[in-house]
């Protein structure tokens, strides 16, 4: 039996996207955009500190009672006629939904974009079952033509341009057009799409809030592609993580009002629905089954292990879009499905640190994210948490074990510090020409991507005493 291909490294896949000319034009032009959107919408909105702050308040109070509420959602969702499915992980959840599928002889499925369905692995356990999967949120779609998985929690295809999408489009869609606009294109993907959402079996979708009063589950698209996906078919199933839980529709508006600013910079998505249990009698239209599978995934280990403020994400996908690392390398880079900060700090609790003890490193801490994010994550003090994890269960590598030690034995002897550094400092420079250093012996890995400015004369403690010192 031949063995499973390697994955490349996380610098492997570093180096990759960052000698990607292409990748970078299509991060630079969905990011920069996201930015100025979020950015206007925000300046129009004097009540967005006052909105960030009860979105915080009403995340903190359902994380701290979330058995009250999971036990009054599923008691309002029953009610309304929905089935409840407990899962404890993502294997679980996939084989609750593959069971369902079968049970209502489904050969189609369609799926609505949703991040924790990606988290859990659907998209191949339904492969793996041989029910036909097909995407129906236009950037899923593209990556699913693709074969490639997302890169950005909010715009999966965001690696490409529009560009690739059209040569995409031209290769698998059956009359694709001239597709020499971006309107050309969505009109193609429509009348690919059409016929597939009315052919579907059993539709699934994700849920951006479940309403414990009233036991119903929101999602928001700006496609209209929920509510194809979930109208036609007999079976609809969701798929969510139990942190999706609000108590009331008004705190549900309250968190839609951050996330769609925060996320595209408009005021409100195109489309906002409020699934409540199965078509009843009377309904023109509607699926005769509901299926809602709650997924703790690492939740409540979460709470428990200090992360309780990371369950307050809403994913809106700013962190992504105002990160300096990710906006050189892009989603795929990161090797997880949650990518940029948000995604090193979720990643290790999913796949364990040992997996993914890259991910907290690949961090300025220049504090960005947690400036936009709009349910006040306070991301940087969350990854600083996992390196100094990485620390004391010994993954560190030997080079960053032996560079720390010595580097903390110069701290405690500021005299000998300051004398290596000045020393340190005149070395750097034999190495500048022009003003840059471009190479420089034992620090391959910073000039390979990058020059570094010739540093002053002085190292910052001397230019300090001596300023100090000046009448
Ligand atoms: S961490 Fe904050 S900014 Fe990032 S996706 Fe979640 S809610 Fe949005």
């Given at each position: 039996?031949?063995?499973?291909?390697q994955?490349?490294?996380?610098?492997?896949?570093?180096?990759a996207?960052?000698?990607?000319?292409l990748?970078?034009?299509?991060?630079?032009?969905?990011?920069?955009?996201?930015?100025?959107?979020?950015?206007?919408?925000?300046?129009?909105w004097?009540?967005?500190?006052?909105?960030?702050e009860?979105?915080?308040?009403?995340?903190?109070?359902?994380?701290?009672?979330l058995?009250?509420?999971?036990?009054?959602?599923?008691?309002n969702?029953?009610?309304?006629?929905a089935?409840?499915?407990?899962?404890?992980?993502?294997?679980?959840?996939c084989?609750?939904v593959?069971?369902?599928?079968?049970?209502?002889?489904?050969?189609?499925?369609?799926?609505?974009?949703?991040?924790?369905?990606?988290?859990?692995?659907?998209?191949?356990?339904?492969e793996?079952?041989?029910?036909?999967?097909?995407?129906?949120?236009?950037?899923?779609?593209?990556?699913?033509?693709?074969g490639?998985?997302?890169?950005?929690?909010?715009?999966p295809?965001?690696?490409?341009?529009?560009?690739?999408?059209a040569?995409?489009?031209?290769?698998?869609?059956?009359?694709?057009?001239?597709?020499?606009?971006?309107?050309?294109?969505?009109?193609?993907?429509?009348h690919?799409?059409?016929?597939?959402?009315?052919?579907?079996?059993?539709?699934?979708?994700?849920?951006?809030?479940?309403?414990?009063?009233t036991?119903?589950?929101?999602?928001?698209?700006?496609?209209?592609?929920a509510?194809?996906?979930?109208?036609?078919?007999?079976?609809?199933?969701?798929?969510?993580?139990?942190?999706?839980?609000?108590?009331?529709?008004?705190?549900?508006?309250?968190?839609?009002?951050?996330?769609?600013?925060?996320?595209?910079?408009a005021?409100?998505?195109?489309?906002?629905?409020?699934?409540?249990?199965?078509?009843?009698?009377?309904?023109?239209?509607?699926?005769?089954?509901?299926?809602?599978?709650?997924?703790?995934?690492?939740?409540?280990?979460?709470?428990?292990?200090?992360?309780?403020?990371?369950?307050?994400?809403?994913?809106?996908g700013?962190?992504?879009?105002?990160?300096?690392?990710?906006?050189?390398?892009?989603?795929?880079?990161y090797g997880?499905?949650?990518?940029?900060?948000?995604?090193?700090?979720?990643?290790?609790?999913?796949?364990g640190?040992?997996?993914?003890?890259?991910?907290?490193?690949?961090?300025?801490?220049?504090?960005?994210?947690?400036e936009v994010?709009?349910?006040?994550?306070?991301?940087?003090?969350?990854?600083?948490?996992?390196?100094?994890?990485?620390?004391?269960?010994?993954?560190?590598?030997?080079?960053?074990?032996?560079?720390?030690?010595?580097?903390?034995?110069?701290?405690?002897?500021?005299?000998?510090?300051?004398?290596?550094?000045?020393?340190?400092?005149?070395?750097?420079?034999?190495?500048a020409r022009?003003?840059?250093?471009?190479?420089?012996?034992?620090?391959g890995?910073?000039?390979?991507?990058?020059?570094?400015?010739?540093?002053?004369?002085?190292?910052f403690?001397?230019?300090?005493?001596?300023?100090?010192?000046?009448?």
């Amino acid at each position: 039996m031949n063995a499973a291909p390697q994955r490349p490294s996380f610098d492997a896949r570093v180096h990759a996207a960052l000698g990607n000319p292409l990748l970078k034009v299509a991060i630079d032009r969905t990011t920069g955009n996201a930015r100025s959107k979020r950015a206007a919408a925000m300046a129009a909105w004097p009540g967005f500190a006052a909105a960030r702050e009860l979105g915080r308040d009403i995340k903190d109070h359902v994380i701290a009672h979330l058995d009250h509420y999971l036990v009054q959602f599923e008691r309002n969702a029953l009610a309304s006629g929905a089935q409840i499915h407990w899962a404890r992980n993502g294997p679980e959840a996939c084989e609750m939904v593959v069971a369902i599928c079968r049970k209502a002889g489904a050969r189609s499925v369609t799926r609505a974009k949703s991040m924790l369905g990606e988290e859990i692995g659907l998209p191949h356990a339904l492969e793996a079952a041989g029910i036909e999967r097909v995407e129906t949120d236009l950037a899923e779609h593209i990556i699913q033509l693709a074969g490639d998985p997302p890169s950005h929690i909010v715009w999966p295809a965001l690696h490409k341009t529009r560009e690739q999408v059209a040569e995409l489009f031209r290769a698998h869609h059956h009359d694709p057009g001239a597709l020499a606009s971006v309107e050309a294109m969505v009109a193609s993907a429509r009348h690919e799409l059409r016929s597939r959402f009315l052919a579907a079996d059993v539709g699934i979708s994700g849920a951006n809030f479940l309403v414990a009063d009233t036991g119903a589950v929101c999602t928001v698209t700006n496609e209209g592609n929920a509510e194809l996906t979930t109208t036609p078919p007999r079976v609809h199933i969701v798929t969510a993580g139990i942190e999706k839980l609000v108590p009331s529709t008004a705190h549900a508006m309250t968190l839609l009002r951050l996330l769609v600013r925060s996320a595209t910079g408009a005021e409100l998505t195109q489309y906002t629905t409020f699934h409540c249990g199965p078509k009843r009698p009377g309904d023109l239209d509607g699926p005769t089954e509901f299926h809602i599978v709650l997924v703790d995934g690492g939740r409540t280990r979460m709470l428990a292990e200090g992360l309780a403020d990371m369950l307050r994400c809403i994913r809106c996908g700013a962190c992504l879009n105002h990160c300096v690392v990710y906006r050189q390398i892009g989603g795929h880079a990161y090797g997880s499905t949650y990518p940029g900060p948000m995604g090193s700090v979720l990643t290790p609790m999913l796949t364990g640190l040992a997996q993914s003890k890259d991910l907290p490193r690949a961090c300025t801490l220049n504090g960005q994210c947690q400036e936009v994010c709009p349910v006040a994550i306070p991301l940087p003090t969350l990854l600083r948490g996992w390196r100094s994890r990485l620390w004391s269960s010994g993954l560190e590598s030997l080079t960053v074990r032996q560079g720390l030690a010595v580097w903390r034995f110069l701290a405690l002897h500021p005299a000998l510090y300051r004398r290596v550094s000045g020393w340190a400092v005149r070395i750097m420079s034999w190495f500048a020409r022009g003003g840059w250093i471009r190479r420089m012996p034992l620090a391959g890995g910073w000039t390979r991507e990058r020059d570094l400015p010739r540093p002053p004369d002085r190292t910052f403690i001397a230019q300090y005493r001596r300023r100090m010192r000046r009448p």
